[in-house]
């Protein structure tokens, strides 16, 4: 049962994401919730990769003990990178719309008449 | 945005090149020890945003460009992918060789001495082949690319003086 | 080296070179521009002909044989590592493949030429054209590779390159709006696709697609994959529910951004093509009785889902875009109403392509949507870009105002006009010959559903015809006295797609014997497809 306790954490991280990203107005809040089930998925990566009484994936040179598989710890890396260059252009886009409107409230934004 | 006091000025220019050693350390060892392009990157960006933070979007856009940044960028990706293309038309120097993209070329040969041997253990920096050689291109991009990044940021949304 | 040699290695290294190309030009770009305008803007031309031109020899080299498929291994010779283990990345190019690199290649072009005039009153240029370059090159990986994780990084490029394009002019508040819409939806769709590819290596150990394809078992983690994976990438083509991002995205950015956006759309839904028809191949056929123990196929359960959504998504498409009085948000609605067609075909296809009776009618309607794509792309293409041109002389974008401009612009209102017929299915047009394979094939599967496509398509008509009523046609208006044709490069961009266009019209058995069942062939035959890479194991 311990050997579950992060799966849990992975869905109830992405269940708290989709929650932020629905029902909250504010855009930082938002993007804080795409954060989150980002987080989320990397979390799921990354588990998937233990083995019971293994140690990191990384030549000693004295003798050979069991690993842990390298693949995922590689995608999740991947998946980071893409994530922060996601989040910079948010930021930046928020931060644009502040200069344009004056309110971050996603009800109130892009709605004038030309 | 201002700067903060002379004693937190101190301590960041006293700091800041053991920050930048410890980051090109970790960029540089990618093939042995946990690290490589990107989060030896992100140690050495994040010095360089210690040092706007303490002294001030205003004093460092003075003094660093942003266009001269975005040269190194550019720099960092052509390397990169340069080293990629180099698997492939390097069939035009030594008529048996086949190659595909990405090859890494370097590793088991003795023409070209650099990061050619085979070997295990955390004491032999002399291998892997092209991988180091990628890191460092990887990590150029990383530094340009996230410095300017938090600068622009930084100076776009600066206060003006007297509001 | 000769010719022949040059030409033969360029065949063989040409998954990687069609990918690699762009990207170095991408790079590029902000050095060369740093000499001249005019020099930047040709070496884009340049290195986007060049790709072309690859991937027109690589169609050629597919097409000489019937069913021939093209691997590429990076990085070493052969798929599998010492191991066994399939984490090395493959590029598999096929029938399927090729066309849609075909369709992204004129989308792209036609975008390059377009927005040497478009573009050139715009600062930061530099920048823009670095987008592109990026932006055509992400499209190029996702359409060509055979590597589930491959494909999630080349949609998150595409879809960040998108989005700063789509917030190009940041002075106006609602394009940085659209932008950001846009961004959060295609975030969390490309996460819900890394999801799913985390959730099937896990269970099987494998990236590549087409050894997943042969070891899949259609266990309770494989349905919740496949639901992720069918979600995540509708979100990222504009399917409804999730259609919001769509009307804003393609009504507020530059024209030829939404050309080229276009075709990132359509790659999305190739996705899911590839998804459902190579991945889950072999399970589609499955009879799963876990429904209050009613036995159902799952390609029938696939299948009636999926033309439930296509009719919903013809509906909105078309009964809002007959509301809307904003030139480009009305052509973007068609564009939904356009994808809704695509899928029609291609659900009513899912339920009987597997079964003995009418194996037949599913092979003619998946003809018929694909040829669809297609057609599609060129149709919607050309309107935006007709739209780009009207707002390029007279900046203004409301149906209200403009009247009366087909004095001074005698060249764009025939385009106008060759971009509407087609659209609404005339004859002699390209959407006559896809859209008559859609009704015929629909109809054999249940009557309603093609009598509704042929209502919409007559709906379409009904509004293109008011589109081009109030805004070209009617008396002059005092305000548009010194509006003058658009330059030469626009003309010639509109050109090149309407040629194609009168061209496909004219001929439809040529391109569909030698284009499009190449690629149904592909799509249905999933053994192939992974034979050719494990080798019979």
Redesign the interface.
């Known amino acids: 049962m311990i050997y579950n306790v992060p799966y849990i954490a992975v869905v109830a991280l992405v269940l708290i994401g989709l929650y932020a990203i629905v029902f909250k107005r504010n855009l930082i809040k938002i993007v804080i919730g795409i954060l989150l089930i980002e987080n989320g998925v990397n979390l799921f990566l990354i588990t998937l990769a233990f083995r019971q009484d293994s140690t990191a994936p990384i030549y000693h040179g004295t003798g050979s003990r069991l690993m842990s598989l390298p693949v995922p710890h590689a995608l999740t890396l991947t998946s980071i990178v893409i994530g922060v260059a996601v989040l910079a252009l948010m930021l930046s886009l928020v931060i644009h719309i502040f200069r344009h409107y004056g309110t971050l409230d996603a009800r109130k934004i892009g709605r004038e008449e030309e | 945005m201002i700067g903060m006091s002379k004693i937190v000025r101190t301590i960041t220019s006293a700091v800041f090149p053991f920050v930048m050693i410890y980051g090109l350390y970790v960029i540089a060892h990618g093939h042995l020890t946990p690290g490589g392009g990107f989060q030896g990157g992100a140690v050495v960006a994040s010095s360089l945003a210690m040092i706007l933070v303490a002294y001030g979007s205003v004093w460092v856009v003075g003094r660093i460009k942003e266009k001269h940044l975005s040269i190194l960028e550019s720099l960092g990706a052509i390397g990169f992918i340069g080293l990629g293309f180099l698997g492939i038309i390097l069939v035009l120097f030594y008529s048996s060789y086949e190659g595909s993209f990405f090859k890494n070329f370097l590793i088991g040969q003795n023409t070209i001495p650099i990061f050619n041997e085979i070997g295990k253990g955390l004491s032999n920096i002399n291998t892997a082949g092209v991988l180091p050689l990628m890191n460092f291109a990887v990590g150029l991009k990383v530094i340009a690319g996230l410095f300017v990044i938090v600068l622009v940021m930084a100076y776009a949304t600066r206060v003006k003086e007297g509001k | 080296?000769s010719l022949e040699q040059f030409i033969d290695?360029l065949i063989q290294?040409s998954p990687?070179?069609i990918v690699?190309i762009p990207?170095?030009g991408a790079?590029?770009t902000?050095?060369i521009g740093k000499i001249n305008d005019k020099v930047r803007n040709g070496f884009v031309i340049f290195i986007v002909l060049f790709t072309s031109f690859i991937v027109f020899l690589l169609a050629n080299d597919i097409y000489s044989d019937w069913g021939k498929i093209h691997t590429?291994?990076?990085?070493?010779?052969t798929a599998l590592t010492e191991g066994g283990f399939a984490?090395r990345i493959l590029f598999e190019v096929d029938g399927m493949n090729i066309f849609m690199a075909i369709i992204a290649s004129i989308l792209a072009i036609a975008g390059v030429i377009y927005s040497w005039a478009f573009m050139k009153e715009n600062t930061g240029l530099d920048k823009y054209y670095t987008l592109l370059l990026l932006m055509i090159a992400g499209m190029f990986g996702m359409i060509l590779t055979g590597d589930m994780?491959n494909f999630f990084?080349f949609l998150?490029i595409t879809s960040?390159a998108s989005?700063?394009l789509i917030?190009f002019w940041?002075n106006k508040?609602?394009s940085?709006?659209?932008?950001?819409k846009y961004?959060?939806i295609s975030?969390?769709g490309a996460?819900f696709v890394?999801?799913a590819v985390?959730i099937l290596?896990?269970q099987y150990n494998a990236?590549n697609m087409a050894v997943l394809a042969s070891k899949i078992q259609f266990s309770f983690l494989d349905k919740i994959a496949l639901v992720l994976l069918i979600t995540g990438l509708a979100m990222k083509a504009g399917i409804v529910p999730m259609h919001m991002w769509l009307p804003?995205a393609y009504g507020r950015a530059p024209a030829s951004v939404t050309l080229i956006l276009i075709g990132a759309t359509q790659a999305s839904l190739y996705a899911a093509l590839r998804m459902m028809f190579t991945v889950y191949g072999g399970k589609l056929t499955t009879t799963m009785n876990q429904i209050a123990g009613v036995n159902i196929d799952l390609n029938l359960l696939l299948g009636i889902i999926i033309v439930g959504l296509a009719l919903l998504t013809i509906f909105i498409g078309v009964l809002m875009a007959l509301k809307e009085n904003d030139f480009k948000r009305m052509i973007a609605y068609a564009a939904v109403a356009e994808i809704g067609y695509m899928i029609l075909a291609i659900g009513a296809a899912l339920t009987t392509v597997f079964s003995d009776t009418g194996a037949a009618t599913g092979y003619m309607s998946l003809k018929g949507g694909i040829f669809h794509i297609l057609n599609d792309a060129l149709d919607v293409g050309l309107l935006f870009l007709v739209a780009g041109a009207i707002y390029y002389a007279t900046k203004e974008?409301?149906l209200n105002r403009l009247g009366g401009l087909a004095r001074n612009m005698k060249y764009t209102t025939i385009f106008f006009l060759i971009g509407l017929l087609a659209v609404a299915g005339m004859p002699p047009m390209n959407g006559f010959a896809s859209k008559l394979i859609i009704y015929e094939s629909t109809y054999q599967v249940n009557p309603i559903l093609a009598i509704i496509a042929i209502l919409a398509s007559i709906l379409l008509l009904a509004v293109f015809v008011k589109v081009f009523h109030s805004a070209f046609l009617g008396p002059k208006l005092p305000k548009y006295d010194k509006v003058k044709e658009v330059p030469k490069s626009m003309l010639l961009a509109m050109g090149i797609i309407a040629c194609i266009i009168i061209f496909i019209g004219l001929f439809p058995d040529l391109v569909v014997n030698n284009i499009v069942e190449p690629a149904v062939n592909a799509l249905t035959n999933h053994s192939s497809y992974i034979t050719t890479v494990t080798g019979g194991i």
Do not use: N, Q, R
């Not at chain 3, 590429?72 to 010779?77: A, D, E, I, Q």
């Open positions: 080296m290695s290294h990687a070179l690699a990207l170095i790079f590029l902000p050095l590429y291994v990076f990085g070493g010779t984490i994780f990084v998150e960040i989005c700063a917030a940041t508040g609602k940085v709006d659209a932008g950001f961004i959060v975030a969390i996460l890394l999801f985390a290596y896990g990236l804003d974008t409301s």
